[in-house]
């Protein structure tokens, strides 16, 4: 940086950043290009790739294609298909931590347990898993949404005598060939997986408590053709993205953000025919049909999973589950069901930033004031917790457009904060309260409005039903909110 707020040693940092995923990358990558290169990663993991390193699952990849996938700043011209696997999205992560010389950047192998401003000095104490500590002038939060795995609380799991993981920790050392295998939850997760294992088990048991709206995946290989083409002209890349990037954005709106609306009942409609044609069995068409609006909850992709689910090995139990005894799982009408594997497909514990202990000005907890759902200014800033930033905040998260735009738009903004303080020699930085407010109660009036508040469970709300998660407006508004910090919105030291 030209103008240090902070001295920048091994301990005392200028900028730190916690997680190497994405929005840890896309901080780095873009303070390098801003010429600011005084700032250290803190990577839990003994790799870059955060969501894409832990999550190994079988069929691990991405709902949003490939094209539009990827940083707008690192085009990727040779992707090998429509919609992406984890090990090539994995790939190309690395492969922009190495163009960009960013592993020297990183602290691997370090898991940030807790921050804590200091007032007298307005930095921040940072403290790993292994008791030491680090400063920092500016502290960012990569760690995302959904990082930490959730095992659901049913009674008796304690006795369950088989073999038991999460599907973002699978066990590769374990052979699911001739076993029973039981799959508890049918989300993003479940519905990539269960078409591959359902192959190789001798019984597979799907649990599913909720049936899923499923759109067909339009996914196709790339030839070689269409590799030389992206490389030869550039801009067809760049065409293909804005296609993309406008289906998207028209599936937000109509999908996951308008009650109501004709497309949404329209797709219903088409969904449900297409449904009742594959399947043949009645009763399994009814426990499929989903009983809410279509973008309540996540709505998925696939072109297998239906047929996973008639094949003579797999049933499907629609029956809550009561207990767990041994190697039994029994459901609330008296099935009973023994595994020799529980494989929990349940998703993950969606408070923002829980495993991390973050306190603020006058000692005040993060967790504490988000008692009632996490809300940020823009989803980057909180009140009371100066100069700190955080990317895939609240109220960020879309139904169906590429996190990564939503990413760039969080570090192009909290790149001209940062200036803005450059700028001034200013090293605190702290977004009026009055603001965050106002802010929020748009959010919170919008959100309310929109299908994710029509009558289903879903982990974009809080048990209350207060919408933390997700943003409720085109995310071309999301574009305009984060173009430019404006310093009316901060309290400067
Ligand atoms: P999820 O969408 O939260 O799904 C969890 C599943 O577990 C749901 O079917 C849920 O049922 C069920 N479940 C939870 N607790 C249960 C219990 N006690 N008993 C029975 N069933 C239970 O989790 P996920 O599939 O891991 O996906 C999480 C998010 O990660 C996705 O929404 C998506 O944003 C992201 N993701 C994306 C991709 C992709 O791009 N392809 C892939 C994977 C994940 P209910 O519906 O009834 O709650």
């Known amino acids: ?14 900028i730190a950043i916690i997680g190497s995923g994405i929005s840890g990358l896309c901080m780095a990558i873009n303070l390098k290009k801003a010429g600011i290169t005084t700032f250290k990663i803190f990577e839990k993991a003994d790799n870059v790739g955060g969501t894409w390193h832990d999550n190994t699952y079988p069929g691990c990849g991405c709902d949003t294609a490939s094209i539009l996938y990827s940083f707008s700043f690192e085009p990727k011209s040779d992707w090998t298909r ?44 940072i403290c790993t898993a292994s008791g030491e500590e680090y400063y920092a002038n500016i502290l960012v939060s990569g760690c995302g949404q959904l990082n930490q795995p959730k095992i659901p609380n049913i009674d008796g799991l304690e006795t369950f005598s088989g073999t038991q993981f999460h599907s973002a920790r699978w066990n590769h050392e374990h052979d699911l060939k001739d076993e029973t295998v039981a799959v508890i939850g049918t989300g993003a997760s479940a519905i990539q997986f269960i078409p591959i294992i359902a192959q190789q088990v001798k019984k597979l048991i799907v649990f599913q408590r909720t049936a899923a709206w499923v759109l067909p995946k339009l996914d196709f290989k790339f030839t070689s ?16 993205r804005w296609l993309l990037y406008l289906v998207h954005e028209f599936l937000v709106i109509y999908l996951t953000i308008k009650q109501n609306n004709i497309v949404g009942k329209m797709i219903s409609a088409l969904l449900d025919f297409q449904r009742d044609r594959v399947i043949k069995n009645e009763n399994l068409k009814s426990i499929l049909k989903p009983n809410y609006a279509i973008g309540c909850k996540r709505v998925l992709i696939s072109n297998d999973y239906y047929h996973a689910l008639q094949l003579p090995n797999v049933e499907v139990v629609a029956d809550g ?10 459901t609330k009408n008296s099935g009973e069901y023994s595994v020799d594997t529980l494989i929990f497909a349940t998703g993950f514990d969606t408070t923002l930033l829980s495993a991390i202990k973050i306190v603020g000005l006058n000692n005040q907890l993060l967790q504490d004031k988000w008692q009632d759902g996490a809300e940020a200014y823009k989803g980057i800033m909180i009140p009371g917790f100066p100069n700190l930033f955080m990317l895939y905040g609240p109220n960020t998260n879309t139904g169906t457009q590429s996190i990564i735009f939503m990413i760039e738009c969080q570090v192009n903004y909290i790149l001209s904060c940062i200036k803005m303080m450059q700028k001034n020699s200013q090293k605190y930085l702290d977004v009026k309260s009055d603001i965050n407010s106002e802010y929020n109660e748009k959010i919170q009036v919008a959100a309310g409005q929109t299908v994710w508040n029509s009558g289903c469970s879903s982990w974009y709300k809080t048990k209350t039903g207060k919408i933390v998660n997700n943003w409720p407006f085109s995310t071309v508004r999301y574009w305009l909110t984060t173009f430019q910090a404006n310093p009316k919105d901060f309290n400067f030291s």
């Open 82 to 125: 429509n919609y992406p696997k984890q090990p090539e999205i994995l790939q190309y992560l690395e492969h922009c931590a190495d163009k960009y010389d960013i592993r020297k950047h990183i602290t691997f192998n370090t898991e940030i347990t807790g921050a804590f401003f200091e007032s007298e000095k307005n930095i921040w104490r």
């Open 321 to 330: 589950i009561k207990r767990i005894n041994q190697n039994q799982i029994i």
């Open 225 to 240: 053709f269409i590799h030389w083409l992206g490389k030869t002209f550039p801009l067809t890349l760049r065409l293909y």
């Open 1 to 14: 940086m030209n103008n240090p707020i902070f001295s920048n040693t091994e301990k005392n940092l200028e």
